[in-house]
Nanobody, 124 residues
């Protein structure tokens, strides 16, 4: 099982940027597509972005397309989420997770384990 540690969250003003990181343990990291999800207070957890095992394909939720960029470094077992032009509605706890990657649609998380997440707060 891949263990996950998210970092990089914080408080930022609207229009600002943050770069989230996810460090994964285990020798099988490159065997998994990876995704980012988020959960705002009182809301269901939702899909944000996903990247294929090689990093050659990505997919984004409509709400973040054009503002967020997902990337991965298989040599370092890390996945990143660059978030630009942040909006107050982006405020949430962000989680990374291995996913089932489906071209052209939201990815589905694999397994029940979730890391502790990292809090992103965007002020207006």
């Amino acid at each position: 099982q891949v263990q996950l540690v998210e970092s990089g969250g914080g408080l930022v003003q609207a229009g600002g940027s943050l770069r989230l990181s996810c460090a994964a343990s285990g020798r099988t990291f490159s065997s998994y597509a990876m995704g980012w999800f988020r959960q705002a207070p009182g809301k269901e957890r939702e899909f944000v972005a996903a990247i294929s095992r090689s990093g050659g394909n990505t997919y984004y939720a409509d709400s973040v397309t054009g503002r967020f960029t997902i990337s991965r470094d298989n040599a370092k077992n890390t996945v990143h989420l660059q978030m630009n032009s942040l909006k107050p509605e982006d405020t949430a706890v962000y989680y990374c997770k291995p996913v089932y990657y489906y071209p052209g649609r939201d990815s589905r998380p694999i397994g029940d384990y979730w890391g502790q997440g990292t809090q992103v707060t965007v002020s207006s």
